[in-house]
Nanobody, 119 residues
Framework: QVQLVESGGGLVQPGGSLRLSCAFTPDFRVVGWFRQAPGKNREGVAYMGRVLSERRYADSVQGRFIISKDKSKQTVYLEMNNLKPEDTAVYYC???????????????WGQGTQVTVST
């Protein structure tokens, strides 16, 4: 049975940090993080490959967000630093076979976790 469970969202002030977790089963080639703000399309944030730990980030988060994994726990993390109000969105983790930031390349999705950056 496929499961992806996100956790770690919340309310944070601009400039603050949060760490999201995505526990998944079974093992997938690629796990990615995506976000969707109200009235906007879902967009790719970062992904990590299983075999070579390939990573890629969206330009909007490059240098601020870090994706990592704990293979023993089958969990992928998204450490978000220097958060900005425009980072406010529902964040989803997703799994699939392709190294891509395109949401259409991913067939399995978690339920999402809200991240709000505000004073």
């Amino acid at each position: 049975q496929v499961q992806l469970v996100e956790s770690g969202g919340g309310l944070v002030q601009p400039g603050g940090s949060l760490r999201l977790s995505c526990a998944f089963t079974p093992d997938f080639r690629v796990v990615g993080w995506f976000r969707q703000a109200p009235g906007k399309n879902r967009e790719g944030v970062a992904y990590m490959g299983r075999v070579l730990s390939e990573r890629r980030y969206a330009d909007s988060v490059q240098g601020r967000f870090i994706i990592s994994k704990d293979k023993s726990k089958q969990t992928v993390y998204l450490e978000m630093n220097n958060l900005k109000p425009e980072d406010t969105a529902v964040y989803y983790c997703a799994a699939g076979p392709t190294l891509s930031l395109d949401p259409d390349a991913f067939g399995f999705w978690g339920q999402g976790t809200q991240v709000t950056v505000s004073t």
